[in-house]
């Protein structure tokens, strides 16, 4: 799931989360929207919102973002 | 009236002093003709008679002393005597040449200007036009304009060729038809102030048509009529064209102000855009929130969650954490957005709107820009208007002449119609007229050639006019200088008859041609009549049997010219 053997590695959750947190990096605050950021991860390719929350999942997990106040994301890094 | 006599003045010395008689009067040219060439006659100045007493009834006199052919080459010896001397032609006009109760003093001299001698019974009259008239109402006792005094004397002093050669068309070959009818008219006695005004109407119409001439080469009426229509369209168009120019003095800033609302367009755009585009997601994704927060399926986090603990053993967060995390971040993020979206939707609103505000400040901006020129459109507008104008100026003025000019046709033509109604009118006495005329006419005729002549009148558009018909045919040109005596002998004794003013004497040159016979009778007639008959003749042309002494009242020859110079 995380790191599937599937012929389409650009939608495995290690592969999103990178890409999200090359986003966050980049992004000048702490905190960000829920909404502005699955914007930007939906460029390059469209996601949807079940598998982007997951990526999200994955982030908290790793201790990489954790929740802020009205429901946005704050960078733990 | 007769001529009684014709006097020459040089100075206070009287060159010639002749006196006329009833009848017959002889100018005799003694010069014998069958001497040699150097002297045949001529030069010895017995037409000249004829003509200085035509130069104190108004002719120029130029024929006194100028050939006819070489105008440039004057008899100079006649011309300086006659204007170094000072010399002055007088005649006398009595009105009963054997009873006279009424006389006419004419002088004239040969000076221009102030030195100019033209008189009437002792009044200098200088002006030409009024000396003429001043003779018209002392002889013909008329004040009638039409014919002119000339015109009526042209039958006594026939010393020209139209005059020696024709009967009656005795005026030069340019007099027009309405002249002769007046001058005709007048002999018969019924001389109008209408023939006048009829003639002088027809000079006026010539006039008039001649101008139409001209101005059909710019353009008949009917075109110049279309095309006034034409430019005062054209007119129409550039007033209105005028009236509703602005000059924009602000052209550049409306031009910034244009660019600075598109610009404002623009951004406003793209806002909006963001913004529906936001809108539109969030509604999706609220569904899709929606649908998550009701299953509250944690499977997905669960398998995550123990994939990642497999990889990574030491993970800070806790499943339950986890789980907690996924959630609240869903229903709060249900909650935030539901919150949102009215908001958005009025700022999406508000967006529209200002883009509208922004549309409609744009299309007035760019109408006002495409409208409005700068001053040189409006110049070039003005000097096209003028330009036109100057144009409709010119065609009116046409337009003006022709209207004008029309009128003045149509109602010169209304007059000359009446007025030939009138002469219409008068036919009965013209015709009667004539008939008396004729009466003495044929008589005449007769005596002198055994013929019988006859008068008679033809009627064109142009008026009447007078011929001569033999009765037994043609009459032959060689007769022609017996007619013209017969004419005017008869014309004397109509005159007479029926009292019209006339001149009771006859000039004739050139009578040397007419066969002796002839002259016996014309002698014969000419004393038998209350007239003068004058006229030049060589000696030798008269014939034996009459007594020239009694009729000769002056006798020239080489050493005996009129003037006396050598």
Known sequence: MILDRNIHPERDLYFLGGQLIDYLDKYEKEEIDFFDLYIVANKDQSLTMNLYTLVLDWLFILGIIKKGKNGMLQKCF | MFLENLKIEKRSEIIRDITFRKGINFIVDETPENQNQQSTGNNVGKTTVLRLVDYCFGADGKNIYQDTEFKKQPNTTVENFLKDNEVII???????????????????????????????????????????????????????????????????????????????????????????????????????????????????????????????????????????????????????????????????????????????????????????????????????????????????????????????????ASFEETVRFHNELIVEKLEYITKELPELEQSIKKLRNEILNLRTKEDDLSEKLQKSGVTEDLERIVIDLNKQFERKGNLDEQKRLWESSNEKLSRIDTELISINQGISSKDELIQSRIRDFNKYFSEMSNRLYGEYYLLSSQINDKGYNLIVTNVEGNPSTGKKKGQIAAFDFAYIQFADALEIEHLHFIMHDQLENIHDNQINTIVQVANSLNAQFIVPLLRDKIPENIDVNQYEILSLSQTQKLFKID
């Open chain 2, 90 to 316: 007088s005649i006398t006009l009595v009105d009963d040449i054997s009873n006279p109760t009424k006389k006419v003093l004419i002088r004239r001299n040969f000076l221009p200007r102030k030195r100019k001698i033209q008189e009437v019974d002792g009044q200098n009259i200088i002006n030409d036009k009024d000396f003429e008239h001043r003779l018209k109402e002392v002889i013909f006792n008329t004040q009638v304009r039409e014919p002119r005094f000339r015109q009526i004397i042209s039958k006594n002093i026939r010393d020209e060729k139209n005059k020696m050669g024709n009967i009656v068309r005795v005026l030069n070959s340019f007099a027009s038809n309405e002249v002769y009818e007046a001058l005709f008219l007048f002999w018969l006695g019924i001389g109008t102030d209408e023939l006048a005004e009829k003639q002088r109407l027809s000079d006026e119409k010539k006039r008039e048509e001649q101008f139409q001439r001209r101005l059909k080469k710019e353009g008949e009426l009917s075109l110049i009529v279309q095309q006034l229509s034409f430019l005062n369209d054209k007119i129409e168009e550039l007033e209105k064209e005028k009236r509703t120019f602005s000059i924009n003095e602000n052209y550049s800033t409306d031009v910034d102000d244009l660019n600075n609302v598109k610009l404002s367009l623009n951004k406003a755009s793209s806002e909006l855009s963001r913004l529906e585009m936001r809108k539109s997601l969030i509604t999706e994704s609220k569904e899709e929130l929606e649908k998550e927060v009701t299953k509250l399926d944690v499977s997905h986090v669960a398998s995550l969650y123990n994939k990642a603990k497999s990889l990574i053993p030491e993970i800070q």
